[in-house]
């Protein structure tokens, strides 16, 4: 493993570097210098202090992302405790089981989330307190309170002539050591708590470092849309950001897609961090309506101009990004292939990375020149892969993984943190995939999903989903077995459906189905296709819940 550099210091050299920059924005509303975030950081630093918050105590913090969860979240890292990311997508009950099994001291919370939380559930808490604010909503400590309430007088009795950039000293981190708790929101129902060391998140962030530093500048403005207590944008949007000292703006209310696209028009990021379901809306909204217009298509077919007119194209859709990105990265779920092939048609700037919360998540990625299509990217630095099979390169099998970003285990949990690293060290992702000599890797399917054909065959439901979610009126689906055969759950498009009764959205669905079965083997064909009016429920990376839906 390569020597480890600590964490924080990269925190520390970014605040110090660039202390006079902007460096968190609440889109739309406030706006953080580097030198306001590290006050900040001093403050409630001063204030754990006080409340006898100690090295390790468990710290959560649950809110939309903002300037002020960011800071909270920085402030518990170089102070030397655990922080504990909650999604505020989760229910009260979900919130106060995390808080309860973390074992966490002190609890930030937003305005958005404390409205379903009833602290009285959670009695081991010390205090809650407001992110917009930093005030006390709840305090069961005189400790706590003292601090609070005298939090002004407390730092200006420690730096009486002015803070200033020497004053910042963070803790010092060792690699094997606890960083933070991050509880899945996977697929299968049951949230785990992720043990992350720090080791792990410094690996994220030195390999995006290094391998975008250079192209994503200080000072350049990145947009955060992916939720901050989930890894992906943890790492990849957020600390990468504020390592490298980007101008980080958060959109603190729910992304639509309206205001994502507004927010990308005003902020022109110079990388996208995203998941599939955005850009597949933003495509398929905005763009696939205008080419399939019967001039384009017709230039399209001819070789002298269709170079310009796919340039044209892509220009097109690269200022619907803001016009100014890098690239575009994809992770969380499979991006859809018609809209992959189109973006790759284009020479649009596409790639496509690969992950779980066990690693921090980054296993696989590659810069959008080398990428090819239907991959996810080549192992990352200071991680090993393996593919579980007789034959890697034709042939799925599980993807295995150990390095540096791999996770100590899931709190509180050794049957199920054996359960997925082996006594060799290897992670096992429960992914299927095939890897080429280059080093691409190509999912497959998960394992759980996999489903068995009539006479033993496997079929893997998200190649079917992906073909089916290209056709006439399909917004979304999933496939599911009864018996021997395949049933496939479709939520239709509501803006494209508004004119048709169920009678005839039924008919068209069973075009649908005969299409797609033409393009199947006779084993993976689907019996029936059965209309979802309500749209199916996801996790905040936007995976649908499978295991909702398998006993329809």
Not at 57 to 82: E, M, P, Q
Not at 263 to 290: G, M
Not at 403 to 427: F, P
């Amino acid at each position: 493993m390569e020597t480890f550099s600590s964490f924080n210091a990269y925190i520390q050299r970014a605040i110090i570097e660039n202390w006079d920059k902007d460096a968190l924005t609440d889109y739309q509303g406030i706006t953080l210098q580097f030198h306001d975030v590290a006050r900040k950081i001093e403050k409630i630093h001063i204030l754990f202090e006080n409340s006898g918050v100690v090295k390790g105590d468990k710290i959560a913090i649950c809110g939309r992302n903002s300037a002020h969860w960011a800071v909270a979240f920085i402030a518990t890292l170089t102070y030397g405790a655990v922080a504990v990311p909650i999604l505020h997508e989760f229910n009260g009950e979900q919130i106060q089981n995390i808080v309860n099994h973390s074992g966490a001291k002190l609890l930030f919370v937003g305005d958005y989330a404390v409205k379903t939380i009833d602290p009285k559930a959670m009695q081991a808490l010390e205090a809650i307190i407001n992110l917009p604010d930093f005030s006390l909503l709840i305090s069961r400590s005189e400790k706590v309170t003292y601090a609070r309430e005298h939090l002004n007088m407390l730092f200006g009795s420690k730096f009486p002539r002015a803070f200033r950039k020497e004053h910042v000293n963070y803790y010092k981190d060792e690699a094997e050591e606890l960083a933070l708790i991050n509880y899945t929101s996977g697929t299968t129902g049951f949230s785990k708590g992720v043990m992350l060391p720090y080791r792990a998140i410094w690996g994220n962030v030195e390999f995006i470092i290094n391998r975008l530093g250079k192209k994503v500048k200080a000072g350049d403005n990145l947009l955060s849309i992916l939720p901050m207590a989930h890894m992906y944008g943890m790492a990849v949007e957020f600390l990468f950001g504020f390592c490298n000292g980007c101008h980080l703006f958060f959109l603190t209310r729910l992304p639509s897609p309206a205001i994502i696209a507004q927010a990308f028009a005003d902020i022109k990021p110079t990388l996208i961090v995203t998941v599939p379901l955005i850009i597949e809306k933003i495509i398929r909204k905005k763009v696939f309506p205008k080419i399939q217009d019967n001039r384009i298509r017709l230039l399209l077919a001819m070789p002298v101009v269709s170079k310009k007119v796919k340039e044209r194209i892509c220009q097109d859709v690269y200022n619907a990004f803001g016009g100014r990105a890098y690239e575009v990265i994809v992770g969380g779920a499979a991006l859809s292939k018609e809209v992959e092939e189109f973006l790759l048609s284009i020479n649009f700037p596409i790639t496509v990375g690969y992950g779980t919360t066990e690693c921090a998540p980054l296993i696989s990625y590659c810069d959008h020149k080398v990428f090819k299509g239907g991959s996810c990217g080549t192992p990352v630095d200071r991680m090993e892969v393996r593919i579980l099979s007789s034959d890697p390169e034709n042939i799925p099998g599980e993807i295995v993984t150990k390095g540096t970003n791999l996770m100590l285990g899931y709190y509180n949990n050794e049957e199920a943190t054996k359960a997925v690293i082996d006594q060799d060290g290897w992670y096992h992702t429960g992914d299927l995939a095939t890897m080429a000599p280059s080093g691409h890797i190509f999912i497959r399917g998960r394992i759980k999903n996999m489903l068995l054909g009539a006479n033993g065959q496997n079929v893997y439901p998200e190649e079917i989903e992906d073909k089916l979610n290209a056709m006439a009126m399909v917004s979304e689906s999933i496939v599911i077995q009864r018996g021997d055969k395949l049933v496939a759950l479709v939520h239709p498009d509501k803006d494209e459906v508004v004119n048709f009764t169920r009678e005839e959205l039924e008919k068209i669905m069973e075009q649908n189905r005969q299409e797609l079965n033409n393009q199947l083997p006779a084993y993976s064909r689907i019996a029936a296709i059965e209309l979802h009016d309500e749209e199916f429920a996801k996790t905040p990376k936007k995976s649908i819940k499978r295991y909702l839906y398998q006993n329809n």
